[in-house]
Protein backbone atom coordinates (compact mmCIF):
# COMPACT_ATOMS: atom_id res chain seq x y z
CA UNK A 1 0.00 0.00 0.00
CA UNK A 2 1.12 3.27 -1.05
CA UNK A 3 1.32 5.96 1.73
CA UNK A 4 0.21 9.48 0.85
CA UNK A 5 2.27 12.33 0.31
CA UNK A 6 2.71 14.40 2.86
CA UNK A 7 0.17 17.52 2.89
CA UNK A 8 1.26 20.95 1.81
CA UNK A 9 -0.30 22.32 5.50
CA UNK A 10 -1.57 20.53 8.54
CA UNK A 11 -3.13 22.19 10.97
CA UNK A 12 -4.46 20.57 14.40
CA UNK A 13 -6.26 22.45 17.27
CA UNK A 14 -5.14 25.92 16.36
CA UNK A 15 -6.29 28.71 18.80
CA UNK A 16 -5.77 32.03 19.04
CA UNK A 17 -7.08 34.54 21.81
CA UNK A 18 -6.72 38.57 22.06
CA UNK A 19 -7.63 39.01 25.75
CA UNK A 20 -11.28 37.09 26.63
CA UNK A 21 -12.14 37.10 22.50
CA UNK A 22 -11.47 34.28 20.95
CA UNK A 23 -10.57 34.54 17.73
CA UNK A 24 -9.97 31.43 16.23
CA UNK A 25 -11.45 28.12 18.58
CA UNK A 26 -9.39 24.69 17.67
CA UNK A 27 -9.19 24.77 13.78
CA UNK A 28 -8.34 21.33 12.12
CA UNK A 29 -7.58 21.02 8.47
CA UNK A 30 -5.18 19.88 5.42
CA UNK A 31 -4.30 21.14 2.87
CA UNK A 32 -2.93 18.65 0.19
CA UNK A 33 -0.41 19.10 -1.98
CA UNK A 34 -1.58 20.54 -5.80
CA UNK A 35 -5.05 21.42 -4.06
CA UNK A 36 -6.72 24.80 -3.83
CA UNK A 37 -9.28 25.77 -0.81
CA UNK A 38 -10.91 28.65 0.05
CA UNK A 39 -12.62 29.84 3.43
CA UNK A 40 -15.60 31.51 3.37
CA UNK A 41 -16.77 33.70 5.56
CA UNK A 42 -18.11 37.46 6.48
CA UNK A 43 -15.48 40.24 8.23
CA UNK A 44 -14.49 39.26 11.46
CA UNK A 45 -15.18 35.35 11.00
CA UNK A 46 -11.31 35.08 11.84
CA UNK A 47 -10.20 34.77 8.26
CA UNK A 48 -7.48 36.99 8.19
CA UNK A 49 -6.27 35.95 11.99
CA UNK A 50 -6.28 32.45 10.67
CA UNK A 51 -3.93 33.15 7.77
CA UNK A 52 -1.64 35.38 9.44
CA UNK A 53 -1.42 32.37 12.09
CA UNK A 54 -0.44 30.16 9.16
CA UNK A 55 2.08 32.36 8.06
CA UNK A 56 4.05 33.52 10.85
CA UNK A 57 2.50 36.91 11.34
CA UNK A 58 0.70 36.16 14.53
CA UNK A 59 1.70 33.37 17.09
CA UNK A 60 -1.17 31.13 18.14
CA UNK A 61 -1.88 30.69 21.64
CA UNK A 62 -2.26 27.33 20.69
CA UNK A 63 -2.05 24.27 18.72
CA UNK A 64 0.15 22.95 15.95
CA UNK A 65 1.11 23.89 11.97
CA UNK A 66 3.24 22.16 9.83
CA UNK A 67 4.32 23.10 6.26
CA UNK A 68 5.36 20.16 4.56
CA UNK A 69 5.59 18.35 7.37
CA UNK A 70 7.92 21.08 8.60
CA UNK A 71 7.10 23.16 11.87
CA UNK A 72 6.24 26.75 11.11
CA UNK A 73 9.22 28.00 13.05
CA UNK A 74 11.38 26.32 10.77
CA UNK A 75 13.35 27.74 7.88
CA UNK A 76 12.35 25.08 5.37
CA UNK A 77 8.48 26.15 5.94
CA UNK A 78 9.50 29.74 5.95
CA UNK A 79 10.83 29.21 2.33
CA UNK A 80 8.42 26.98 0.99
CA UNK A 81 6.03 29.41 1.83
CA UNK A 82 4.38 32.38 0.02
CA UNK A 83 1.99 34.94 1.90
CA UNK A 84 -0.36 37.85 0.02
CA UNK A 85 -1.39 40.18 2.55
CA UNK A 86 -5.09 41.71 2.47
CA UNK A 87 -3.43 45.10 2.57
CA UNK A 88 -0.91 46.35 -0.09
CA UNK A 89 2.39 45.38 0.44
CA UNK A 90 3.69 47.23 -2.18
CA UNK A 91 6.03 50.59 -2.19
CA UNK A 92 4.04 53.08 -4.17
CA UNK A 93 7.11 55.70 -4.83
CA UNK A 94 8.92 52.64 -7.04
CA UNK A 95 8.07 51.43 -10.55
CA UNK A 96 6.64 47.94 -11.09
CA UNK A 97 10.43 46.47 -11.84
CA UNK A 98 11.69 48.11 -9.15
CA UNK A 99 9.43 46.17 -6.69
CA UNK A 100 9.50 42.74 -7.54
CA UNK A 101 13.65 43.36 -7.52
CA UNK A 102 12.88 44.17 -3.98
CA UNK A 103 10.65 41.49 -2.98
CA UNK A 104 12.52 38.92 -5.05
CA UNK A 105 15.77 40.37 -2.82
CA UNK A 106 13.65 40.04 0.66
CA UNK A 107 12.88 36.47 -0.54
CA UNK A 108 16.24 35.56 -1.17
CA UNK A 109 15.92 34.83 -4.31
CA UNK A 110 19.55 34.69 -5.91
CA UNK A 111 21.26 37.59 -8.11
CA UNK A 112 21.65 34.78 -10.96
CA UNK A 113 17.69 34.09 -11.46
CA UNK A 114 16.15 37.40 -10.17
CA UNK A 115 16.03 39.21 -13.86
CA UNK A 116 14.20 35.83 -15.03
CA UNK A 117 11.82 35.99 -12.19
CA UNK A 118 11.19 39.67 -12.42
CA UNK A 119 10.41 39.14 -16.67
CA UNK A 120 8.39 36.12 -15.60
CA UNK A 121 6.23 38.06 -13.04
CA UNK A 122 5.65 41.19 -15.94
CA UNK A 123 4.45 38.94 -18.43
CA UNK A 124 2.55 36.36 -15.93
CA UNK A 125 0.91 40.09 -14.19
CA UNK A 126 0.35 41.21 -17.76
CA UNK A 127 2.20 44.72 -16.75
CA UNK A 128 5.39 43.90 -18.97
CA UNK A 129 4.46 47.32 -20.77
CA UNK A 130 4.10 48.96 -17.47
CA UNK A 131 7.41 47.63 -15.96
CA UNK A 132 8.83 51.20 -15.94
CA UNK A 133 5.99 53.29 -14.17
CA UNK A 134 5.39 53.87 -10.20
CA UNK A 135 3.24 51.47 -8.71
CA UNK A 136 1.99 54.46 -6.78
CA UNK A 137 -0.24 55.50 -9.69
CA UNK A 138 -1.80 51.87 -10.81
CA UNK A 139 -5.56 51.13 -10.81
CA UNK A 140 -7.08 48.94 -7.59
CA UNK A 141 -6.89 45.65 -9.81
CA UNK A 142 -3.31 46.35 -11.10
CA UNK A 143 -1.93 46.90 -8.13
CA UNK A 144 -3.58 43.65 -6.41
CA UNK A 145 -1.26 41.83 -9.41
CA UNK A 146 1.74 43.49 -8.30
CA UNK A 147 1.06 42.48 -4.80
CA UNK A 148 0.66 38.90 -5.92
CA UNK A 149 3.70 38.87 -8.12
CA UNK A 150 5.65 40.47 -5.43
CA UNK A 151 4.60 37.35 -3.03
CA UNK A 152 5.21 34.53 -5.06
CA UNK A 153 8.08 35.90 -7.01
CA UNK A 154 10.26 32.98 -5.28
CA UNK A 155 8.19 30.22 -6.63
CA UNK A 156 6.27 29.05 -3.21
CA UNK A 157 4.96 25.64 -3.04
CA UNK A 158 2.28 26.87 -0.17
CA UNK A 159 0.49 30.02 -1.36
CA UNK A 160 -1.23 32.07 1.53
CA UNK A 161 -3.80 35.00 0.04
CA UNK A 162 -5.46 37.03 2.48
CA UNK A 163 -8.92 38.60 0.21
CA UNK A 164 -6.33 38.74 -3.06
CA UNK A 165 -9.44 40.20 -4.83
CA UNK A 166 -10.63 42.78 -2.71
CA UNK A 167 -11.79 45.85 -4.11
CA UNK A 168 -11.10 45.05 -7.46
CA UNK A 169 -13.65 45.25 -10.50
CA UNK A 170 -15.09 41.92 -11.86
CA UNK A 171 -12.76 41.81 -14.45
CA UNK A 172 -9.45 42.21 -12.26
CA UNK A 173 -11.25 39.47 -9.95
CA UNK A 174 -11.08 37.22 -13.05
CA UNK A 175 -7.76 38.36 -14.12
CA UNK A 176 -6.44 37.25 -10.94
CA UNK A 177 -7.81 34.34 -10.49
CA UNK A 178 -6.62 32.98 -13.57
CA UNK A 179 -3.15 33.88 -12.71
CA UNK A 180 -3.85 31.59 -9.42
CA UNK A 181 -5.06 28.61 -11.75
CA UNK A 182 -1.48 29.16 -13.46
CA UNK A 183 0.22 28.57 -10.15
CA UNK A 184 -1.86 25.61 -9.18
CA UNK A 185 -1.31 24.26 -12.45
CA UNK A 186 2.41 24.27 -11.84
CA UNK A 187 1.81 22.37 -8.60
CA UNK A 188 1.39 25.23 -6.00
CA UNK A 189 -0.94 24.53 -3.17
CA UNK A 190 -3.12 27.44 -2.63
CA UNK A 191 -5.22 28.65 0.66
CA UNK A 192 -7.58 31.92 0.09
CA UNK A 193 -9.59 33.96 2.33
CA UNK A 194 -12.75 35.24 0.70
CA UNK A 195 -16.11 36.52 1.24
CA UNK A 196 -17.11 36.26 -2.04
CA UNK A 197 -19.36 33.74 -2.71
CA UNK A 198 -17.99 33.04 -6.62
Known amino acids: MLSSPIPALDIAGL???YG???ALSGVDFRLHQGERLAFLGPNGAGKTTLIRALAGRTRPTSGTIKVLGHPIETVGARQAMGFVPQDLALYFDLTTRENLKAFGKFHGVHRRELAERVDWALEW???KDRAGELVGKFSGGMKRRVNLACGV????????LDEPTVGVDPQSRERIFTMLDELNEQGASILLTTHHLD
Open 15 to 17: RKK
Open 20 to 22: SNE
Open 125 to 127: TGL
Open 153 to 160: LHQPKVIL
